[in-house]
């Protein structure tokens, strides 16, 4: 395809990393990515800012945010299947000699805190769900960041197995909570918007700003396979099938995990444990399946900052190879293909973020994102539709603008949520990527200061 003056990528790619990802291999990263620790230590923060069971609301609004966006980003894939996702996304929508070395520079930019951010997100919640006493917490996740990277220095196929067996464990993991629960669910669960308001430490004023935040957070992920683009078989087919089937199948998951829990715990304990799923299972199953269901948790928690690391490694990967962010983030190794200096970098920086709180780092991850990329991301792909209507497609977005429109109304949702701080903390870093860019562009002799991009740093 050739839509906006650069012809797409061919299949079999033209770097050095190897098509070794199928459409199974391909689900399972996304979906050990989005079902992580976050949705066992969000529940009852959800819970608790929307009063109770009407926090099904939540998941489901998520879920649809979550399908929405995801159609926008597997056409814009399929058009463009190259490593990096969003970030090649944004650079080829806004003109790559323009303001798509901006747009793109900002995604690099706050991918160096928001991947970082993500990462140790799931490395703290590994360590919280573990029983870690809270003084040693931050060195445990810190150290669990570092083992990480230490696996994932091998060959993508490798990884890719290795993604299936870690996916029969989050799938292990939601069986057993789920299948201990459903038998004492009623179908009154399902009636959230009947369900009675109970007093919350976060207030009924703006609940659902909060617990949508954290909903979309256990969402987040779907786009994983879109990094690893140029590892993926037949990526055109195969990575819209993959980011449609990971979001359904996650948010089954979450709902039926959600009314089990419920229809379990008393609402003022499911609102205030820190695990809640546990908890849950222990009360109708034992403490021995409760345990068993803790190390399930475990294993989900280690295999979704396991594929973080690996997709968010590939975006400044490409972006090395580019020439629009360090050259150093190229290198990959010559008989593994995979990039080294960028997994030790992202490694080595999640674990400093895990010695900021949790509560911290949550809300720090979706603040800084909502705008770059994925506002911008939407934005884009409408402006390609209206200039190259005629561009062939390989996978078009069902129902064309609607899941555009409805996805960019809850993000902008999200970000202007009173009470939240999310402009804040997104504007900053997008103030400072923008100044970082100016004085880059500057010194470089590059777009706006000279008369093309320069290529190489």
Same mark, same amino acid.
């Given at each position: 395809m050739k839509a906006d003056?650069?012809?797409?990528?061919?299949?079999?790619?033209?770097?050095?990393?190897?098509?070794?990802?199928?459409?199974?291999?391909?689900?399972?990263?996304? %979906?050990?990515?989005? /079902?992580? %620790?976050?949705? @066992?230590? &969000?529940?009852?923060?959800?819970?608790?800012?929307?009063?109770?069971?009407?926090?099904?609301?939540?998941?489901?609004?998520?879920?649809?945010?979550?399908?929405?966006?995801?159609?926008?980003?597997?056409?814009?894939?399929?058009?463009?299947?190259?490593?990096?996702?969003?970030?090649a996304f944004l650079r080829e929508a806004y003109g790559r000699d323009r303001w798509g070395r901006l747009v793109s520079f900002l995604f690099l930019f706050q991918i160096v805190f928001s991947a970082p951010l993500s990462i140790a997100?799931?490395?703290?919640?590994?360590?919280?769900?573990?029983?870690?006493? =809270?003084?040693?917490?931050?060195?445990?996740?810190?150290?669990?960041?570092?083992? %990480?990277?230490?696996?994932?220095?091998?060959?993508?196929?490798?990884?890719?197995? @290795?993604?299936? /067996?870690?996916?029969?464990?989050?799938?292990?993991?939601?069986? *057993? /909570?789920?299948?201990?629960? *459903?038998? $004492?669910?009623? *179908?009154?669960?399902?009636?959230?918007?009947?369900?009675?308001? $109970?007093?919350?430490?976060?207030? *009924?004023?703006?609940?659902?700003?909060?617990?949508?935040?954290?909903?979309?957070?256990?969402?987040?992920?779907?786009?994983?396979?879109?990094?690893?683009?140029? =590892?993926?078989?037949?990526?055109?087919? &195969?990575?819209?099938?993959?980011?449609?089937?990971?979001?359904?199948?996650?948010?089954?998951?979450?709902?039926?995990?959600?009314?089990?829990?419920?229809?379990?715990?008393?609402? =003022?304990?499911?609102? &205030?444990?820190?695990?809640?799923?546990?908890?849950?299972?222990?009360a109708v199953a034992g403490l021995g399946v409760a345990r068993l269901a803790t190390g399930l948790i475990l294993l989900t928690a280690f295999g979704s900052v396991f594929s973080l690391t690996l997709g968010y490694s590939r975006v400044l990967y490409a972006a090395g190879r580019d020439g629009n962010f360090f050259r150093v983030f190229a290198r990959l190794n010559p008989t593994g293909g995979y990039p080294t200096v960028a997994l030790a970098a992202l490694g080595g920086a999640a674990a400093l973020f895990c010695f900021l709180p949790l509560s911290v780092v949550l809300k720090a991850i979706l603040s800084i994102r909502a705008l770059v990329p994925f506002v911008a991301q939407i934005a884009g792909a409408l402006v390609l539709r209206r200039r190259f209507p005629g561009a062939a497609r390989p996978f078009r977005m069902w129902l064309y603008p609607l899941p555009a429109l409805v996805a960019l109304g809850l993000w902008l949702y999200i970000l202007f949520s009173p009470g939240k701080g999310f402009q804040a903390m997104g504007l900053a870093v997008l103030a400072a990527g923008t100044i970082a860019f100016v004085l880059r562009s500057r010194l470089r002799g590059e777009w706006p200061f000279g008369p093309r991009p320069a290529i190489g740093v």
């Open positions: 003056g650069v012809a797409s990528p061919v299949p079999g790619g033209h770097s050095g990393l190897k098509r070794e990802i199928g459409l199974w291999q391909g689900t399972a990263l996304n %979906v050990i990515d989005m /079902v992580g %620790v976050g949705p @066992f230590v &969000t529940l009852p923060l959800i819970l608790a800012a929307m009063g109770g069971q009407r926090a099904l609301g939540a998941w489901l609004l998520g879920a649809l945010l979550a399908i929405c966006d995801g159609l926008v980003t597997a056409e814009l894939s399929a058009s463009l299947p190259e490593a990096g996702g969003s970030y997100s799931g490395a703290l919640g590994f360590a919280r769900y573990a029983g870690v006493p =809270e003084k040693g917490e931050s060195w445990v996740a810190a150290l669990f960041c570092l083992a %990480v990277v230490g696996l994932l220095l091998r060959r993508i196929g490798t990884i890719g197995r @290795f993604s299936v /067996v870690l996916w029969v464990g989050v799938l292990a993991t939601m069986a *057993l /909570v789920i299948g201990v629960g *459903l038998p $004492h669910v009623s *179908l009154s669960a399902f009636r959230f918007w009947d369900a009675p308001l $109970h007093p919350s430490p976060a207030g *009924l004023g703006g609940g659902l700003g909060v617990a949508l935040a954290f909903a979309v957070y256990d969402y987040l992920g779907y786009y994983n396979i879109c990094y690893v683009a140029e =590892e993926v078989i037949e990526p055109t087919k &195969t990575i819209p099938r993959v980011i449609v089937v990971s979001i359904v199948l996650v948010a089954v998951l979450y709902v039926l995990m959600n009314v089990s829990v419920v229809s379990i715990l008393p609402m =003022e304990r499911a609102m &205030t444990s820190r695990s809640a799923v546990a908890d849950a299972v222990e």
